[in-house]
């Protein structure tokens, strides 16, 4: 068995596999990520059929979005929202098609040697920065060595030992060892090693200029009110494809204006879109959609699964620093009672941070410390732990309906094994710098979707295993497991490595899985040409008169 990358076409796909799924030599490299199960998860919506129609050019596509984004550093952020965003600013040399495998954006063609450590890339020739500048090998060296200096995802690049550039059109990356898994992080879609001008690229975190040299670039954002991105004139779309294929592809920016909207409250985002005044609604909630379904103007999209809902935990702070106590959290919760007040129904129950019917899911392994809900228990090792009713703050995030149900129901659930707890109501960038520091808060919801969603477990525990580590805490065995995740020499050997890591993560309780759920969204019957994805592409779309 060849696991890791989920099922292709012909069966399960190595991304792992015992060659890096690479040709040897100076062949092009072929990095297969591809998952029949994305393809059934994220079939395209059939608004009409695009291929019989001619796109009409111009207008303005405004999109309601729930918040605004923490930073324009396409490097310096994990937020969703942001993504969305940033999609359409930003490329990578090398993305992911729609089968999920890696696939050329910006660059033309890769190879690696055939010792496995030297990675080049030829640059495609005439792509353009927003601001006029011609990419080269120059700027992409720049770029690359600033994700590696500075990125919130850094460690992705960790093991280049050396970016050079022979000429302008190429650029080389030289690992300090044979990596298995190089090309899924390099084209990973989270946080991009996005191509930034060289004189942007050596801007410390949050410096830059908006630059990118993606089909829509930005003309204006205010602070609680809209991001606006205008057409890039001079974007060079990749003709090598026929069309939209995944994040790469050939990408055609047929709106003038993409107008996003930030409009926090959902009962605001239903009014917009009712009256018009926004042709899609980036996020609705699911209580919203059985009315909304009957508007004959809108049509329904459901991403199921979107991603993970999940619950950090602050090891520390105590009393979380005390593993019986995280254990009493795990055991307390009702998972039913949480996903369906946060989702209103659009959830499934799942233990793992993979996704069944992935070749990374280990199946029931792990499940039997998931959804316990024993009460019983939970005070009991409370009392084990010698808990005295310190103080447990929750960070509640008024900006999404979500986010403070989870964080209410969780709170009350504590306090009916006996623990003291405070709600700390906040919005979502507030929320954003709090869960950054090692003080003020012990428990924190959230969600993520990308790792799971491409079958990359590695990714799906970055958050657990980089330099700051999103629970203020380095555990050795899940990072050596992490490691093997990446180094063993065999795809079953760096499967077991994985699995091992799941059930540290449970047992430590470094953090609680809740459950997946479903992203709904709204949108006009004059949007044309538009497939749904895990995040909403808006190249390709057309709006109807």
């Given amino acids: 068995m060849k ?3 989920g099922l292709s076409d012909k069966g399960l796909v190595d991304s792992l596999s015992d060659k890096s799924a690479a040709t040897k030599g100076n062949d092009t490299m072929i990095l297969r990520t591809g998952a029949t199960v994305a393809a059934v998860l994220l079939a395209t919506v059939a608004f009409a059929p695009a291929e019989a129609q001619i796109p009409q050019k111009g207008g303005t596509l405004t999109i309601g979005v729930p918040n605004g984004i923490p930073t324009f550093d396409v490097m310096a952020s994990t937020d969703d929202t942001g993504r969305v965003i940033h999609l359409h600013m930003y490329e990578p040399l090398i993305g992911r098609n729609e089968k999920l495998e890696a696939a050329p954006m910006l660059a033309e ?26 990419l080269t090998s120059a700027d992409a060296k720049a770029s690359i060595e600033r994700y590696m200096r500075m990125s919130v995802r850094r460690r992705y690049l960790e093991d280049v030992a050396e970016v050079s550039a022979p000429d302008a059109d190429t650029v080389a990356l030289k690992l300090k060892q044979v990596r298995p898994l190089f090309m899924n992080n390099f084209s990973q879609p989270e946080v991009i090693v ?43 779309a990749d003709t090598r494809s026929a069309g939209r294929d995944g994040y790469v592809g050939n990408k055609q920016s047929h709106i003038d204006t993409l107008n996003f909207r930030i409009i926090p409250e959902s009962s605001a985002m239903i009014a917009a879109l009712e009256a018009g005044e926004i042709d899609m609604a980036e996020w609705v909630p699911d209580k919203s959609v059985p009315t909304l379904k009957k508007n004959p103007k809108l049509t329904h999209v459901n991403i199921m699964p979107a991603g993970m ?21 795990q055991a307390a919760l009702d998972i039913d009672e949480i996903m369906d007040a946060a989702r ?96 003020g808060w012990h428990l924190n919801p959230g969600f993520f979707g990308t790792g799971p969603w491409l079958g ?17 805490f380095k555990d050795g065995p899940l990072y050596d497991y992490a ?33 997946d759920m479903g992203h709904s969204q709204m949108l006009s019957n004059r949007i044309q040409g538009f497939t749904k994805f895990r995040t909403a592409r808006l190249w390709n779309v057309w709006l109807q008169n």
């Avoid at 809902?309 to 106590?325: E, G, T, Y």
């Avoid at 010698?386 to 504590?414: C, M, N, R």
């Avoid at 990446?486 to 050997?493: F, K, M, Q, R, V």
């Fill in 3 to 5: 696991p890791w990358a």
């Fill in 109 to 134: 063609s890769w190879t690696v040697s055939a010792d496995g450590l030297t990675y080049t890339f030829k640059i495609r020739k005439g792509v353009v920065f927003h601001n006029g500048k011609v």
């Fill in 194 to 236: 996005a191509m930034l001008p060289s004189e942007e690229a050596a801007k410390d975190a949050n410096k830059i200029e908006s630059i990118g040299t993606g089909p829509y670039k930005l003309q204006e954002y205010k602070p609680d009110s809209h991001v606006r991105l205008v057409r890039h004139d001079r974007y060079a």
């Fill in 309 to 329: 809902q999940s619950l950090s935990v602050n090891i520390a702070q105590p009393p979380m620093d005390k593993l019986l106590v995280r254990r009493a959290v």
């Fill in 344 to 439: 209103d129904g659009n959830y499934q129950l799942n233990h793992s941070v993979q996704y069944p019917g992935y070749a990374t899911y280990p199946g029931d392994r792990g499940k039997e410390s998931y959804n316990k809900k024993d009460q019983a228990l939970a005070k009991k090792l409370l009392a084990e732990a010698g808990y005295k009713g310190e103080p447990v703050i929750i960070i509640s995030a008024v900006t999404f309906d979500w986010h403070a149900a989870t964080a209410l129901v969780i709170a009350e659930q504590l306090k009916a094994v006996g623990m003291k707890v405070e709600l700390k109501s906040m919005d979502w960038p507030a929320v954003v710098a709090l869960r950054s520091r090692m003080d």
């Fill in 456 to 472: 990359d477990p590695l990714i799906s525990i970055a958050s657990l295993i980089g330099p700051t580590p999103g629970n203020n």
């Fill in 483 to 515: 490691r093997d995740m990446e180094n063993l020499p065999t795809a079953e050997g760096r499967l077991q490595a994985w699995f091992k890591a799941q059930d540290r993560i449970i047992d430590q309780v470094l953090m609680i899985k809740l459950g």
